[in-house]
């Protein structure tokens, strides 16, 4: 068997903005992916959906499994001739014991390669407006892990680190906040140096804690403070309120889901992403084309015969032209038939190809769009329409009362999915999760089947269109509905809520 290879993948501090193009790449390609409790949703969301899921946890003072146990895993996997992704929190080399893992594959012969990742060191101090480099305050930045073993002494030479008179960034070092701060004013540090403790930083949970050397330990008791999180050191601090600018965008501190399928999803995410938002990237459902085209194909060969084409979603978009492409034409073959859409996406997935519509409605849903199209034809029009399995029957309705022969034709469905790595109940329970961004009733409807027993009311729901909030209500959600059925006019309703909260 043909030898597999792997690859340890930095995967940063959280934001999934912060995980590089190349490590993207290796784990779009990955036939199993090994990963950690401090990888960022953002990025678990993005491991495609037929790969092995190996999870080892490593946490502190929490590991499902043993350092040697996932040196060994790596190495069976990649016997197996996989191609292996270890995916790692931060930087795979920077306390992520990536040299150990390394060693076993080196023994055995197996490819590897490293892809580093942008380190919390220096993005959640970043994040939190604190320069860990300044000249006017330091010029050395020094990266030190906190953990220590149970029952042993701390291996580190403090005195040395305040010699230094640089910054100081303490990793893994929560529950050791007292022994850090004691040992630093033991080696001569002045207890007035500032210090901030900064916690899930680059993440919509992200906080900072700023006070000095001698008082953090006191104000992280007073204010409370979760894992992971990082202890900065240094003068660098003070600037924290004035170079903060995370918390000044209009998301910041939200996280949303989004549930629309993978296919639509960027545009959605990217935009509240600008905003500050954490997006959870989870689609409710995913559409598939139907198995028997023959009705379309038959539409196909008397394209001729109709005077429009009605499109009801993005996705009837690209299953129609992927199948006329298939089937040996091409848009030559439409001719003089009109096109009408029922939005924005859709009207942008024509234009993508080459074409115009004809026409949109002045509200973009299926019965607008059935009853406005009805009343600028004059009967007897040839009308198809190739769209989801259930579609809106009022659409077909309206068109048939002014006299139109509707070619109602099923061509794709829609199949409900739901996360196999992020618990997305428990984050609601959890209210970890500001708010839900559905844009059908159907993303509603297979939000729900993969959250069964979830209390509804704990969901706020930002909805695109009247039978999208209906579907949310019905199930107990607080929704709310976006002023025009556009992405652009869902994240203003986004941005209203966090406001109005």
Same mark, same amino acid.
């Given at each position: 068997?043909?030898? &597999?290879?792997? +690859?340890?993948?930095?995967?940063?501090?959280?934001?999934?903005?912060?995980?590089?193009?190349?490590?993207?790449?290796?784990?779009?390609?990955?036939?199993?992916?090994?990963?950690?409790?401090?990888?960022?949703?953002?990025?678990?969301?993005?491991?495609?959906?037929?790969?092995?899921?190996?999870?080892?946890?490593?946490?502190?003072?929490?590991?499902?499994? @043993?350092?040697?146990?996932?040196?060994?895993?790596?190495?069976?996997?990649?016997?197996?001739?996989?191609? *292996?992704?270890?995916?790692?929190?931060?930087?795979?080399?920077?306390?992520?014991?990536?040299?150990?893992?390394?060693?076993?594959?080196?023994?055995?012969?197996?490819?590897?390669?490293?892809?580093?990742?942008? #380190?919390?060191?220096?993005?959640?101090?970043?994040?939190? &407006?604190?320069?860990?480099?300044?000249?006017?305050?330091?010029?050395?930045?020094?990266?030190? #892990? &906190?953990?220590?073993?149970?029952?042993?002494?701390?291996?580190?030479?403090?005195?040395?680190?305040?010699?230094?008179?640089?910054?100081?960034?303490?990793?893994?070092?929560?529950?050791?906040?007292?022994?850090?701060?004691?040992?630093?004013?033991?080696?001569?540090?002045?207890?007035?140096?500032?210090?901030?403790?900064?916690?899930?930083?680059?993440?919509?949970?992200?906080?900072?804690?700023?006070?000095? *050397?001698?008082?953090?330990?006191?104000?992280?008791?007073?204010?409370?403070?979760?894992?992971?999180? =990082?202890?900065?050191?240094?003068?660098?601090?003070?600037?924290?309120?004035?170079?903060? +600018?995370?918390?000044?965008?209009?998301?910041?501190? +939200?996280?949303?889901?989004? #549930?629309?399928?993978?296919?639509?999803?960027?545009?959605?995410?990217?935009?509240?992403?600008?905003?500050?938002?954490?997006?959870?990237?989870?689609?409710?459902? @995913?559409?598939?084309?139907?198995?028997?085209?023959?009705?379309?194909?038959?539409?196909?060969?008397?394209?001729?015969?109709?005077? +429009? %084409?009605?499109?009801?979603?993005?996705?009837?978009?690209?299953?129609?032209?992927?199948?006329?492409?298939?089937?040996?034409?091409? %848009?030559?073959?439409?001719?003089?038939? @009109?096109?009408?859409? %029922?939005?924005?996406?859709?009207?942008?997935?024509?234009?993508?190809?080459?074409?115009?519509?004809?026409?949109?409605?002045?509200?973009?849903?299926?019965?607008?769009?059935?009853?406005?199209?009805?009343? %600028?034809?004059?009967?007897?029009?040839?009308?198809?329409?190739?769209?989801?399995?259930?579609?809106?029957?009022?659409? #077909?309705?309206?068109?048939?009362?002014?006299?139109?022969?509707?070619?109602?034709?099923?061509?794709?469905?829609?199949?409900?999915?739901?996360?196999?790595?992020?618990?997305?109940?428990?984050?609601?329970?959890?209210?970890? =999760?500001?708010?839900?961004?559905?844009?059908?009733?159907?993303?509603?409807?297979?939000?729900?089947?993969?959250?069964?027993?979830?209390?509804?009311?704990?969901?706020?729901?930002?909805?695109?269109?009247?039978?999208?909030?209906?579907?949310?209500?019905?199930?107990?959600?607080?929704?709310?509905?976006?002023?025009?059925?556009?992405?652009?006019?869902?994240?203003?309703?986004?941005?209203?809520?966090?406001?109005?909260?």
């Amino acid at each position: 068997m043909k030898t &597999g290879k792997v +690859w340890l993948v930095g995967a940063g501090p959280g934001d999934i903005g912060l995980f590089t193009l190349k490590g993207l790449q290796v784990l779009k390609k990955a036939d199993v992916v090994v990963y950690d409790s401090l990888v960022g949703q953002g990025v678990l969301s993005q491991i495609p959906a037929d790969v092995k899921l190996i999870n080892v946890g490593k946490r502190a003072s929490h590991h499902i499994m @043993r350092q040697e146990n996932i040196n060994q895993v790596l190495l069976e996997e990649a016997q197996k001739g996989y191609r *292996v992704v270890r995916l790692k929190g931060g930087d795979p080399f920077l306390f992520g014991r990536g040299g150990e893992e390394l060693e076993l594959l080196e023994e055995n012969g197996i490819p590897y390669e490293v892809v580093p990742g942008v #380190t919390s060191s220096i993005a959640v101090p970043a994040y939190n &407006g604190i320069p860990v480099t300044h000249r006017d305050f330091c010029s050395s930045v020094h990266i030190i #892990t &906190g953990h220590k073993r149970a029952g042993k002494e701390y291996d580190i030479d403090f005195r040395a680190l305040v010699n230094t008179k640089g910054t100081l960034v303490f990793l893994m070092g929560v529950s050791a906040l007292p022994d850090i701060c004691a040992g630093l004013m033991n080696a001569g540090m002045d207890k007035n140096m500032p210090a901030a403790i900064l916690q899930k930083g680059t993440t919509a949970g992200q906080k900072r804690i700023v006070a000095t *050397v001698s008082t953090l330990e006191e104000e992280v008791a007073r204010q409370g403070i979760e894992t992971p999180a =990082i202890i900065v050191v240094g003068k660098v601090c003070t600037l924290a309120e004035k170079f903060g +600018w995370y918390e000044k965008l209009p998301l910041a501190g +939200w996280k949303v889901l989004v #549930t629309r399928p993978k296919e639509l999803i960027s545009r959605t995410a990217d935009k509240l992403r600008e905003k500050g938002a954490e997006v959870l990237e989870l689609p409710a459902i @995913r559409t598939v084309p139907v198995e028997d085209q023959s009705g379309l194909h038959a539409a196909f060969d008397k394209l001729e015969a109709f005077q +429009w %084409i009605v499109f009801t979603s993005p996705t009837g978009v690209r299953v129609f032209f992927d199948e006329l492409i298939s089937y040996g034409k091409d %848009i030559r073959a439409l001719g003089t038939v @009109r096109l009408a859409a %029922i939005g924005e996406g859709t009207k942008k997935a024509l234009r993508e190809r080459g074409i115009m519509a004809d026409f949109m409605p002045s509200v973009y849903d299926g019965d607008t769009l059935g009853k406005e199209l009805a009343g %600028i034809l004059s009967g007897g029009e040839k009308i198809l329409i190739p769209r989801a399995e259930k579609g809106n029957e009022n659409l #077909t309705a309206f068109l048939k009362e002014a006299g139109a022969k509707v070619e109602d034709i099923p061509t794709y469905q829609t199949v409900y999915e739901m996360s196999q790595l992020i618990d997305e109940k428990k984050e609601f329970e959890n209210g970890e =999760i500001s708010c839900a961004v559905f844009t059908s009733a159907s993303t509603v409807k297979g939000f729900v089947e993969g959250t069964k027993g979830l209390d509804y009311s704990k969901v706020t729901a930002a909805c695109i269109g009247k039978q999208t909030k209906a579907a949310a209500e019905s199930f107990g959600m607080k929704a709310y509905m976006s002023e025009k059925a556009t992405i652009d006019s869902l994240v203003k309703l986004v941005e209203d809520m966090k406001r109005s909260e």
